[in-house]
């Protein structure tokens, strides 16, 4: 409607200035080349949520690549990069953003015999192919049409009543990774998967569809949930879709409620943190071929630490130093979320924050210890007496290097 389009051209008026140039550049080469143009997908449901995103996707109705050139030129900046295969395109922006081109005509270059289809018709087979209606949107941009929703299936509708809704019943077994879309939208965005979405998950995840998909498709998938700040709850609704027990093999202890949403944490260590429930042979056999070999690494090395800490009778600072001196930020962070080990973890870490050694290397070849392993030891001999509280100054340091030295020397 247009009260309708006139909510949105608010929307678009209140983007940021970078976003709106880039769509003012799209409408003057669109309007240039006669082409219409529309932007579609995730920036079109963003909008519409009030959560504007960088990432623009523009769909062509023409030559996607002289588009793409031509915009590239308006702009004059970025890199740009043209596909061959599929007219598609991509500009990429110093800040880390990017632009995408694509074009609803690449499919019938393919087959020449192919009828003669309306623009518009392909615009509405483009959408179709989509994972969910409310992704499923298109927003005119060439200047007579500015502002215009294209929404063949609902997306509107279902982004207000906060519905997940395949686009047919095929969607889910064409591409499995869309039911791990569909629990990440819908935990995003605090949504629900519509009735019938739901019972398309559970029909493909019963005929076995998940095992489709390679280990780098599934790894880059939840991959993507690890990054969501909302990913413990989306792990939570995987492992009651029963997802993750058909992919990995086997009902698994995953942590994925223990953690706060806004705590703000890499996925590396949302990763280590899900894991540090497995015992070895879980980590070994479940994680083998099903995710990347580097996630299995990273939770074994975890793995290995943790019950190295935990096995120690007493954790003083300076025994926990020597299990953790080294270990990547990830792994330390991911121990803080053991309850065994929390109260222990921030101690050490308040510790370690605090210790600033005034001796080095350099000091103690001065002192006549020769370069080698020798120097490394004193100094975490002088590091372990400051953990233990044996020194408290820097003169006290002065004195255990002197100390330590001369034994060394003699
Ligand atoms: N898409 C799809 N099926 C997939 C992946 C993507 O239909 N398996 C479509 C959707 O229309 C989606 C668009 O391609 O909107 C772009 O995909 P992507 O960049 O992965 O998703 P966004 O919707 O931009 O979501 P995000 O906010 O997570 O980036």
């Not at 969910?132 to 279902?158: P, Q």
């Not at 599934?218 to 792990?235: C, S, V």
């Not at 086997?250 to 409620?257: A, C, G, I, V, Y």
Request: net charge negative; glycine share 6%; charged share 25%.
């Amino acid at each position: 409607s247009l009260a309708m389009r006139q909510d949105i051209l608010d929307l678009l008026e209140n983007l940021p200035e970078e976003i709106k140039k880039l769509i003012k550049a799209g409408q003057r080469v669109a309007d240039s080349l006669g082409y219409s143009v529309f932007i579609i997908g995730g920036f079109v449901r963003d909008l519409l949520l009030l959560n504007p995103t960088q990432d623009l996707d523009f769909v062509v109705e023409g030559n996607g690549h002289a588009f793409a050139q031509a915009l590239y030129q308006e702009l004059n900046r970025g890199q740009l990069t043209l596909h061959d295969s599929f007219g598609t395109a991509r500009i990429e922006f110093p800040n880390g953003t990017h632009l995408d081109v694509a074009s609803t005509r690449w499919e019938y270059y393919e087959f020449p015999g192919a009828l003669p289809q309306v623009e518009e018709s392909r615009l509405r087979d483009d959408l179709f192919r989509r994972d969910f209606t409310i992704n499923a949107m298109a927003l005119a941009i060439n200047s007579d049409r500015y502002g215009e929703l294209v929404d063949y299936y609902g997306g509107l509708r279902d982004l207000k009543q906060g519905e997940i809704r395949f686009l047919h019943h095929l969607s889910f077994i064409e591409d499995p990774t869309r039911i791990l879309r569909a629990v990440r939208f819908a935990e995003r965005y605090r949504f629900r998967l519509s009735k019938e979405t739901q019972e398309g998950v559970a029909t493909a995840l019963k005929a076995g569809v998940l095992h489709k998909l390679s280990t780098e498709r599934f790894t880059q998938e939840f991959l993507l949930i690890l990054r969501e700040k909302q990913y413990a709850r989306m792990g939570q609704s995987l492992i009651e879709l029963g997802v993750m027990e058909e992919w990995f093999g086997e009902r698994l202890p995953w942590n994925f409620t223990r953690i706060p949403e806004n705590e703000n944490l890499t996925s590396e260590e949302k990763w280590l943190i899900s894991v540090s429930l497995f015992n070895q042979q879980q980590i070994n056999s479940a994680l083998s071929l099903k995710l990347s070999r580097e996630m299995k690494r990273e939770a074994l090395k975890f793995k290995e630490i943790q019950a190295a800490l935990l096995a120690e009778s007493s954790l003083n600072l300076s025994i926990m130093d020597q299990h953790l001196s080294g270990v990547s930020r990830n792994i330390r962070i991911a121990l803080r979320y053991d309850p065994a080990l929390e109260q222990s973890m921030n101690n050490y870490e308040q510790a370690v924050e605090q210790l600033k050694l005034e001796i080095n290397g350099f000091a103690l070849r001065k002192l006549g210890i020769s370069e080698g392993p020798e120097i490394g030891r004193i100094l975490k001999e002088i590091r372990w007496a400051w953990l233990e509280q044996k020194i408290h100054t820097p003169a006290e340091e002065k004195q255990l290097m002197l100390q330590l030295t001369e034994q060394r020397r003699k």
